[in-house]
T-cell receptor, first 115, second 113 residues
Framework: ETGVTQSPTHLIKTRGQQVTLRCSSQ?????VSWYQQALGQGPQFIFQ???????GRGNFPPRFSGLQFPNYSSELNVNALELDDSALYLC??????????????FGPGTRLTVL | AQTVTQSQPEMSVQEAETVTLSCTYD???????LFWYKQPPSRQMILVIR??????QNATENRFSVNFQKAAKSFSLKISDSQLGDTAMYFC??????????FGTGTSLTVIP
């Protein structure tokens, strides 16, 4: 059983560019959540995907978008990058259902730097 | 809106001693879950302990235990017999149904040899 993996590990972009981050969920998990963790802060919920559908969204603008694929891996896309988008982006997978708690397993994160 | 507050940005403890990390939260819900996560310098977030709000008994996991005070909306973590490997950022987190987590700002714990 493999854990949650994320790619790339580090990424440097310039303001205005677009970026795609990837997450492979743990085997058997059908739910992926994305979080933004700014330096010195706790993770902030961006959105969650359950069986390829968005299932909840935090207070992030529409330029943050996502996808979940039939194999339950996921992408986070950020358009028109801003300096404040510099952060560690975490994904977490779980065996989800709506209104049911299931433990989330976190990946190691992608460190995005916007110059 | 749900909020999670950790008022101790940094703490330190001598090896083998006991330390308590504080957390308060705000919610109007009656059913929810509370968590403590550990994030070592390698970054990967690890679940330390979980508490269901409907359970009155405090959760324990080996050297880790919580003091859950529902009326006061308080959820502290006690680490007994602290070990060097306990050095990490500790995040308190809150979840209602639906798996959306709300995290606090974290407490950086250093275990001193």
């Amino acid at each position: 059983e493999t854990g949650v993996t994320q790619s790339p590990t580090h990424l440097i972009k310039t303001r205005g560019q677009q970026v795609t981050l990837r997450c492979s969920s743990q085997s058997g998990h059908n739910t992926v959540s994305w979080y933004q963790q700014a330096l010195g802060q706790g993770p902030q919920f961006i959105f969650q995907y359950y069986r390829e559908e968005e299932n909840g969204r935090g207070n992030f603008p529409p330029r943050f978008s996502g996808l979940q694929f039939p194999n339950y891996s996921s992408e986070l896309n950020v358009n028109a990058l801003e300096l404040d988008d510099s952060a560690l982006y975490l994904c977490a997978s779980s065996l989800g259902g709506l209104a049911v708690y299931n433990e989330q397993f976190f990946g190691p994160g992608t460190r995005l730097t916007v110059l | 809106a749900q909020t999670v507050t950790q008022s101790q940005p940094e703490m330190s403890v001598q090896e083998a001693e006991t330390v308590t990390l504080s957390c308060t939260y705000d919610t109007s819900e009656n059913n929810y879950y509370l968590f403590w996560y550990k994030q070592p310098p390698s970054r990967q977030m690890i679940l330390v302990i979980r508490q269901e709000a409907y359970k009155q008994q405090n959760a324990t996991e080996n050297r880790f235990s919580v003091n859950f005070q529902k009326a006061a909306k308080s959820f502290s973590l006690k680490i007994s017999d602290s070990q060097l490997g306990d050095t990490a950022m500790y995040f308190c987190a809150f979840m209602e149904t639906g798996n959306q987590f709300y995290f606090g700002t974290g407490t950086s714990l250093t275990v001193i040899p």
